[in-house]
């Protein structure tokens, strides 16, 4: 399996490709990974040095791929973070080059746009962008609570109401949706939920809650959810997996006391999770 990995990096710690690559090709995956900036560190920490790709650079890099004549090759595109529309437009227009190529290869979008408590924190443009244009090109999306109300339109506090507004978003065009960092009414107070979506079925994960808020989580969920979902076609058996390592990595990184998640360290998770949780259909 071969995967274009299109996302903000950062040479210290793990958010973007340095969280999403490596669990990715810990799973046996082969991954062409495109950094659309490059920071010395996730910009949480108040200050960072680096700067940021346009899109030409990503249709640049992307050229050089094809040169090599491998892009038929590729399985699947991730996206992430969009720093501007230039760069999603860049990012959609690779998506529709792998596609004429191998038009089983599959495109996961995370629509990251903002989050619970944070609001939207992405440049103006990117959240409409996300929701009329990537979201629609994409065959997986993988928002949080906060993103999936922004795409859907509706106020999601019960179940039935990320229910509803997963059933929103697929009507945009993606087959496979996961809800990540869930709390509805019927979520106890020391728990967490993830809901996946496919076909008009659903899925629940419910995790204990940790004590433990670290940048990179997201990114890593959304990959290890794109790989198992590719391989098995099952939204339900990739939310067991992908919920299952995600779990154990935040798990590791809390009872470290780390800053940063810990991606290296607890690389086991991705292949062997320490925690396994029942997968419910709701």
Known sequence: MNVL???????????????????????????WPIHTVQFSNHTGYGSWKGRVFDGPAIEELLDGIADRGVLERCN?????????????????????????????????????????????????????????????????????QFELDFLSGRTTGTLNEVKQAVSEVQALGPKAVLVTSVETRETPSDAVDLIAGEAGRFWRVRTPKLG????GAGDAIAALFFVHYARSRSAAKALAEASASVY??????????????????AQD??????????????
Request: aromatic share 6%.
């Open 212 to 215: 433990v808020s670290v940048n």
């Open 76 to 144: 699947g595109v991730l996206s992430g973070y969009m720093g501007s529309a230039d760069i999603g437009n860049a990012i959609l227009s690779a998506v529709g080059r792998v596609r004429a190529l191998n038009p089983d290869a599959l495109y996961c979008c995370d629509p990251v746009i903002g989050d619970v408590g944070r609001g939207i924190f992405v440049r103006p443009g990117i959240p409409e962008f996300m929701r009329d244009q990537a979201v629609q090109a994409a065959d997986i999306v993988t928002p949080n």
């Open 269 to 282: 998770e991705f292949v062997s999770p320490t925690y396994r949780f029942n997968t419910e259909e709701v």
């Open 248 to 265: 154990g990595l935040l798990k590791r990184t809390e009872e470290a006391g780390s800053r940063e998640i810990l991606t290296i360290a």
């Open 5 to 31: 990995s299109i996302q903000s990096h950062v040479a210290y710690g793990h958010v973007g490709n340095a969280s999403a690559v490596f669990p990715m090709q810990r799973l046996g995956v082969e991954v």
